[in-house]
């Protein structure tokens, strides 16, 4: 069980050629901007299609080129948080988490919302716009929605790179315990290294559309296997790192 990705796509003269599959563990997709992180997501979320492949969620087929199968992603039981996080303004917290558990029994998705309430520590603002809570409270809201239908998989698109440094940690430590609380695959993007390697069970080191190498952070950052693997583990120094062609587009 778990999530497994076997992928190839072409975009504006880029390939991304990957082959992995996880548990339920955290992992991290960790490189430069530009390697195909985020775009990785988007296959497996079924925003965009792959060129060939095949990706199963939980031993369910989301995609089969060969097969033809292409599930449309509102049928797929993932979750998504984006790197904006995408909350409606004019709805309420109450609101913006209910609107991930659309297509449930009102009696269901009222239990549910109640249920993500109580989990995410948010109770108290269930009133609230999202104009007037905090941006940690933010990406709380925007967890417990993706959560909420109880997907077979969290896909997060560097979701904490807009908080500050304090609220980062504290966000990565909740993160850990939401991880534990539900036991499903996470699959992260980030192209900083301390918070690929504080939250990763399993780092997937993305160069150039590929997988450089996988592993333990401990692991990759002690024996990296590649010169572009040990260039970036080498380059952390507390920022996130940059891609030094300013390829952007893709992640």
């Not at 050629?17 to 997709?29: F, R, Y």
């Not at 195909?36 to 296959?43: E, F, N, R, V």
């Amino acid at each position: 069980m778990g999530l497994a990705v076997q992928a190839i796509k072409r975009v504006n003269g880029f390939k991304l050629e990957v082959d992995w599959q996880i548990g339920n563990e955290l992992a991290v997709l960790f490189g430069y901007s530009g390697a195909g992180k985020s775009l990785t997501l988007q296959l497996i979320a079924g925003f965009l299609q792959p060129d060939t492949g095949r990706i199963t969620a939980n031993g369910q087929v989301l995609f089969d080129s060969r097969m033809r199968i292409n599930v449309p992603p509102q049928r797929r039981s993932l979750g998504y948080v984006f790197q904006d996080l995408a909350l409606f303004p004019h709805m309420t917290v109450r609101q913006n988490i209910a609107y991930g558990a659309t297509g449930l029994s009102r009696t269901e998705r009222e239990q549910r919302v109640e249920e993500m309430l109580h989990i995410f520590h948010l109770e108290g603002l269930a009133r609230k716009p999202p104009a007037e809570i905090s941006g940690g409270q933010k990406q709380r809201v925007a967890l417990a929605r993706a959560l909420i239908r109880r997907p077979q998989a969290l896909l997060l698109d560097e979701p904490f790179s807009a908080l500050d440094n304090p609220l980062r940690r504290e966000m990565r430590r909740f993160l850990k315990q939401i991880h534990r609380e539900f036991a499903l695959p996470v699959i992260l993007v980030t192209h900083d290294l301390l918070e690929a390697t504080s939250l990763a069970d399993t780092l997937l080191i993305y160069t150039a559309g590929k997988i450089a190498q996988r592993g333990s952070p401990q692991a990759i950052i002690s024996q990296p296997r590649t010169p572009e693997v040990a260039a970036l583990v080498a380059s952390y120094d507390g920022q996130s790192l940059q891609n030094p062609q300013g390829d952007e587009n893709l992640d």
